[in-house]
């Protein structure tokens, strides 16, 4: 079934569309028996999901791994964080003006990074996203607000609805009254999500994406058949980055607040995951990467010692002690440490990514009850366009 | 002159850091052809074998005072360093020189990680693409330092120089001019120290038989596997012997810099900038400009230069300086200061 | 006056002289090989074409115009395609994808976002590479991946790649190194057919059996120099190519 999403026919692209926003829009739905359809935690979804699928625009069809698109989402929130600041609490201008300014920082870092390819690309980019993360944290601290984070404040000249916001109400995103948390959040970054996919999904079939997909093969082949693919990488980092602004802004929409600690290389390494645990190249995987990688970081953040206790507290004192200590290894503070285990076994086992072992065990279980035939096979296994 | 002179002996310490760093890397890519992310960790868990070491050797015992009591009334607890108890001065004496001895537990151990890591996981990615090199070291990284912050917490532990080296030199006296030019001996001891390390790697090399096959291996890796060199083997020492230097290079900057988890990460993004600044698997490159932005990011930190850079609005350049030059010099000589063609690409 | 006019071009790599002055006129719509012996400097000519190396001296004009200096796109762009001594493909893409990337780039040039247009609304240009496919014999396979197929039918791909962009000039780097017999003439066969069309083609190559069934006329380089440059018909008497090429034995 997954082939579905990973395998686009012309025809089938605007009904997958159609059925991937109805599989967004009632997540309040289907979630609810996994304890995840709380708006916090589906919007980080919706917005990890963007930046994902922006990510995967770059590193699936060219193949160039970036270590340092955390950057972009950071300058993202703090466009948005000032436009409120600067503008009014409108999501609309704040997401249009991250969008750009990502984009240019994209346009920049990715014009001296693009100079090189292979491993060079990726420690350019690392480095660059932690010039960028000292700039914020200390050198640009006028701007940054640097360590304690940008907010927005009450005295801020925000043009446009500085007398309507009251003195009382909390300093929160709104489109026509209507406040970006909880639910209406969620719905906001769900559009997004879906618009953004659906962008992704074009740019996977168009002549653009085919060229980008070249470029990953055979790129010396490329460009003695006459293609200049410098500009090809550029525009698919560019427009990577403007996804990453964007998400940087819807995380500021449902909480206008941005900090350096959102560019730090580990979150760059996160989105890495996010779409290798998915599957690379494919449209649905990088999505349902990043919603695995929150879910888990939201379960496993949650656990501390007194749930832990509980959890084992039908063994024997001394096996109880032990069994706690262990696993509160992994859990509360110590969820970067599964995260960067999970980074080693995905890598080693399973490269394709989710996707592709589900694809896998599809396989298997249609050859155990009989049902693929061998033409039915071959067509399975052929891999899909966009990987 | 004086101030200047003192700039580039304050950038060539934290130059010797990268260097080493950046010399282990290279090594490692020249020979296996794979980007260690985790380099930095082994410098980060060298650190942290000096702290161990340090924490095994003041344990203490602890005595209840038959005839003291401190103020509330309590007996007054004795702690002697078993060490001490044991040794008596020449335990005192261990203790001091705790930094200095941890190399010598450090370089079995770091030896031990390296191998282990080779062995254990980086050799099945030699043929992979490079995309998963990257990402199964860098998972390896933080693997590494969330271990380290899951036994030591995440604040920096402070960690002394034997007293003997604590002090400082005044080279001002030197030249007539006391006071001058002070610069702390540890920071020489380390220096000395790191020169040593290079001239040791360079010098195994240049002149013995296992040098020449990995510098064979670095020029073209291919041809030396044909040869029927058993290579694997000698990749396992390569990688063991980066680890150590790395190692080494961590504890002995553990009196300079407090190591907490996350130094091995600060430090590797430095040295990756210095590996492309030198030139990708060009030693040479890596060792100087390791030494080189060094003392540039000292310059930048000078108060002088700071408070002049203030004035015409430009704070904070010592932190970014670094980055500043290496787009500086990737855009006039894309293949680093002494990188040379189709090396990684 | 030829199409491709190379006029005293000196390459030394260090003190190697690869090429010394050679001379080459390549005639519109012939078909020119270039032989001689293992490092005759062949290889090196052929990359100061395509802009790998640029010569120490001399020039390499194109069509009234140089190709030194041009960047490898830059020279496609003008007409002159190149196919590879090892076929290169796009591996990973499927066999018609692989020529409709040279067709769009001839038709849109070196650069053009085209990004949110579906692939498939480009009909000419699927018509063209399928086009192209049948008349290479690879149009049943047009979906398929092409990383498994056979040393023969990846230069066929190459070729089809190379000729979907209606080159002017087409070099050609040995292409049936490698190839069984049959390939080789199968080889031989569809360039026959492709040179009705009046592509100029500039062919390198070792095997005599395929330099004499295509060429019209033949340069025989020799240590940088070249030392002969004729008809088939007299390359196959004249000593000095037996002498430097063949080492005195007979055809």
Same mark, same amino acid.
Not at chain 2, 121 to 127: D, E, M, P, Q, V
Not at chain 2, 179 to 201: D, E, H, K, N
Not at chain 2, 204 to 231: H, K, N, S
Not at chain 2, 315 to 333: C, N, T
């Given at each position: ?50 930046? *994902? ?125 209507? $406040? ?54 550029? *525009? *698919? ?20 607040? *941005? ?10 390494? $996160? ?25 888990? $970081? ?22 109880? $002690? ?66 | ?19 080493? #760093? ?90 031990? #990680? ?122 396992? #020492? ?54 080189? &932005? ?35 010099? &990737? ?15 | ?133 049948? !008349?290479?014999?690879? @149009? ?17 791909? !190459? ?17 049936? @190194? ?7 003439? @199968? ?55 037996? !002498? @430097? ?7």
């Amino acid at each position: 079934m997954l082939s579905l999403f990973t395998k686009s026919s012309e025809k089938s692209d605007l009904l997958l569309l159609a059925l991937f926003a109805v599989v967004v829009f009632a997540m309040p739905i289907w979630l609810a028996p996994f304890g995840a359809a709380y708006p916090d935690l589906m919007q980080r979804f919706a917005i990890y999901g963007i930046f *994902a699928t922006g990510f995967n625009i770059l590193f699936g069809l060219t193949g160039y791994l970036s270590f340092g698109h955390a950057a972009f989402l950071g300058v993202g929130s703090y466009t948005a964080v000032w436009t409120f600041k600067l503008l009014g609490m409108n999501p609309i201008p704040a997401i249009i003006a991250a969008i750009i300014v990502a984009g240019l920082f994209a346009l920049l870092i990715g014009f001296i990074s693009l100079r090189r390819s292979g491993i060079y690309f990726s420690i350019l980019t690392l480095a660059f996203a932690q010039m960028c993360y000292n700039l914020a944290y200390s050198v640009l601290t006028p701007i940054t607000n640097g360590e304690t984070g940008l907010r927005v404040l009450r005295d801020d000249l925000r043009l446009f609805d500085a007398p309507t916001v009251g003195d009382g109400g909390p300093l929160l995103s709104h489109i026509g009254g209507i $406040e970006m948390t909880g639910m209406p959040g969620f719905y906001f970054a769900a559009v997004l999500l879906v618009i953004m996919v659906g962008l992704a999904m074009r740019i996977f079939r168009s002549p653009f994406g085919m060229m980008l997909k070249a470029v990953k093969t055979n790129q010396t082949r490329l460009n003695y058949t006459g293609v200049n693919t410098r500009p090809y990488t550029l *525009a *698919a980092f560019v427009i990577s980055g403007m996804y990453a602004g964007l998400a940087g802004a819807l995380l500021c929409v449902i909480d206008p607040l *941005a900090g350096a600690e959102r560019m730090q290389w580990t979150a760059s390494g $996160e989105v890495v995951l996010m779409t290798i645990l998915g599957g690379v190249g494919t449209i649905i995987g990088p999505i349902l990467g990043a919603a695995l990688i929150k879910y888990f $970081e939201n379960i496993f953040s949650a656990f501390n010692d007194q749930t832990l206790n509980d959890i084992f507290s039908f063994l024997p004192d001394q096996l109880q $002690e032990g069994f706690v200590s262990v696993t509160s290894l992994f859990v509360g503070e110590g969820w970067n440490l599964s995260l960067g285990i999970l980074f080693v076994i995905i890598v080693v086992f399973l490269p394709g990514g989710v996707t592709e072992g589900l694809n896998r065990i599809g396989r298997f279980g249609l050859r155990r009850l009989g049902i693929g035939h061998k033409s039915k096979n071959e067509d399975e296994t052929s891999p899909a366009p966009g990987e | 002159m004086d101030a200047i002179l003192l700039q580039v002996l304050n950038g060539l310490d934290k130059g010797a850091a990268y260097a080493l #760093i950046a010399l282990g890397l290279t090594l490692i890519f020249g020979t296996l052809g794979v980007v260690n992310f985790a380099h930095g960790a082994l410098f980060m868990l060298g650190a942290f074998c000096a702290v161990t070491i340090n924490k095994v050797l003041t344990l203490q015992k602890v005595v209840l005072s038959q005839t003291e009591t401190t103020a509330w009334g309590t007996p007054l607890e004795i702690r002697t360093p078993l060490a001490q108890e044991w040794f008596g001065d020449l335990g005192l004496t261990i203790i001091d020189f705790s930094v200095p001895i941890s190399i010598l537990a450090a370089i079995p151990v770091m030896l031990l #990680i390296g191998v282990v890591m080779e062995r254990g996981l980086i050799r099945y990615f030699y043929k992979r693409p490079h995309a998963e090199q990257i990402l199964v070291t860098f998972g390896l990284a933080i693997v590494l330092q969330e271990i380290i912050k899951a036994f030591f917490g995440a604040n920096p532990i402070q960690q002394n120089a034997p007293e003997m080296l604590q002090g400082a030199i005044d080279f001002g006296a030197l030249f007539g001019n006391p006071g001058a030019l002070v610069y702390p001996l540890w920071r020489m001891v380390y220096l000395a120290f790191s020169v040593i390390v290079i001239l040791s790697v360079f010098a195994f090399l240049q002149f013995t038989t296992f040098g020449m096959v990995v510098r064979a291996g670095m020029a073209d890796r291919e041809t030396v596997g044909l040869l029927g060199i058993d290579i694997d083997r000698r990749f396992t #020492i390569v990688f063991g012997i980066a680890a150590v230097v790395a190692g080494t290079a961590g504890v002995m900057y553990t009196p300079i810099l407090p190591p907490d988890y996350h130094m091995g990460m600060d430090f590797l993004v430095l040295s990756f900038v210095v590996v492309v600044v030198g030139g990708m698997g060009s030693l040479g490159g890596a060792v100087s400009a390791g030494f080189l &932005l060094g003392i540039l990011q000292s310059f930048a930190s000078m108060s002088e230069i700071r408070d002049l850079l203030a004035k015409v609005g430009i704070i904070g350049l010592d932190q970014i300086i670094i980055y500043l030059i290496a787009i500086v010099i &990737l855009l006039v000589r894309p293949r680093g200061l002494m990188g040379r063609k189709g090396v990684m690409e | 006056m030829g199409i491709l006019e190379v006029r005293d071009v000196n390459k030394n790599f260090g003190g190697l002289k690869a090429l010394h002055n050679v001379n080459l006129d390549v005639q519109e719509g012939s078909v020119h090989a270039i032989i001689g012996p293992n490092g005759a400097g062949k290889s090196t000519l052929l990359n100061c074409f395509i802009g790998r190396l640029t010569p120490d001296t001399g020039s390499v004009m194109f069509n009234g115009s140089t190709l030194l200096g041009l960047k490898p796109h830059e020279i496609n762009q003008a007409g002159v395609v190149r196919v590879f001594q090892t076929p290169e493909i796009f591996s990973e893409l499927s066999l018609l994808e692989n020529v409709m990337i040279p067709a769009f780039a001839k038709r849109d040039g070196a650069f053009k976002l085209n990004a949110f247009s579906d692939v498939a609304r480009h009909g000419e240009i699927r018509e063209k590479a399928m086009h192209m496919l049948e !008349e290479v014999g690879l @149009a049943n396979d047009r979906d398929k991946t092409s990383s498994s197929m056979s040393r023969g039918d990846k230069r066929r791909l !190459e070729l089809a790649m190379c000729l979907v962009q209606d080159p002017v000039l087409l070099l050609l780097d040995e292409p049936t @190194a490698g190839m069984s017999r049959a390939d080789t003439n @199968a080889t031989i066969d569809l360039l026959k057919k492709i040179g009705g069309r009046g592509v100029t083609k500039i062919v390198i190559e070792h095997d005599m059996h395929v330099v004499f069934s295509l060429a019209d006329r033949i340069s025989v380089l020799a240590q940088g120099t070249v030392i002969v440059e004729d008809i088939p018909s007299k390359i196959k008497g004249n000593e000095k190519v037996q !002498e @430097a090429y063949l080492g005195g034995a007979h055809l």
